[in-house]
Antibody, heavy 119, light 110 residues
Framework: QVQLVESGGGLVKPGGSLRLSCAAS????????LTWIRQAPGKGLEWVSY????????IYADSVKGRFTISRDNAKNSVYLQMNSLRAEDTAVYYC????????????WGQGTLVTVSS | QSVLTQPPSASGTPGQRVTISCSGS????????VNWYQQLPGTAPKLLIY???QRPSGVPDRFSGSKSGTSASLAISGLQSEDEADYYC???????????FGGGTKLTVL
């Protein structure tokens, strides 16, 4: 079965950096687009970024553009989110999700990893 | 302020039918499919309805979706206590070049 397992979350000071990882299994990783979605404590869902199957295309939400970088390693079945210049408003649970084959919906989700930005 | 608009809360008694609305614009719901996600307390979201009205395998047929113009709805019939959760609509927005979500609706089973 499809599994997505995020890691790398933690406490970081404002202005700091963090790299999230998402390890995938149970499907042909290189066939699918992957995405990151976040949820601030007690708030709704916010899409962050996605990456195409061969890394050709990456798109970011305006709120993270220029600060976050999504990447993937198809040999390691993993997708990453490099987060720089972190702000308090980046505090959230970050979910990794696999898009459907037609890239129209978030078909499978990981359990999430918590990022806390605080001094 | 979310791009898609949902009521913050909804409620019903066991066995009732409830609907949750999701309002958008021509650039998102008006030109793309709508998907719904269910988030049970303390868990990750899960795909509930895709392509406006399609259910993934394993989702009971008590859940149904519809779309008309720039609005969409999620209906839950035969409400059960385990349906108590947060529900989110989502769609791609052609103008923003981004996925957009509704603010979420907290469903309470009385």
């Amino acid at each position: 079965q499809v599994q997505l397992v995020e890691s790398g979350g933690g406490l970081v000071k404002p202005g700091g950096s963090l790299r999230l990882s998402c390890a995938a299994s149970g499907f042909t990783f290189s066939d699918y687009y992957l995405t990151w979605i976040r949820q601030a404590p007690g708030k709704g869902l916010e899409w962050v970024s996605y990456i195409s199957s061969s890394s050709t295309y990456t798109i970011y939400a305006d709120s993270v553009k220029g600060r976050f970088t999504i990447s993937r390693d198809n040999a390691k079945n993993s997708v990453y989110l490099q987060m720089n210049s972190l702000r308090a408003e980046d505090t959230a649970v970050y979910y990794c999700a696999r898009l459907s084959m037609n890239q129209e919906y978030f078909q499978h989700w990981g359990q999430g990893t918590l990022v806390t930005v605080s001094s | 302020q979310s791009v898609l608009t949902q009521p913050p809360s909804a409620s019903g008694t066991p066995g009732q039918r409830v609907t949750i609305s999701c309002s958008g614009s021509n650039s998102n719901i008006g030109s793309n499919n709508v998907n719904w996600y269910q988030q049970l307390p303390g868990t990750a979201p899960k795909l509930l309805i895709y392509s406006n009205n399609q259910r993934p395998s394993g989702v009971p047929d008590r859940f149904s979706g519809s779309k008309s113009g720039t609005s969409a709805s999620l209906a839950i019939s035969g409400l059960q206590s385990e349906d108590e959760a947060d529900y989110y609509c989502a769609a791609w927005d052609d103008s923003l070049n981004a996925w957009v979500f509704g603010g979420g609706t907290k469903l309470t089973v009385l």
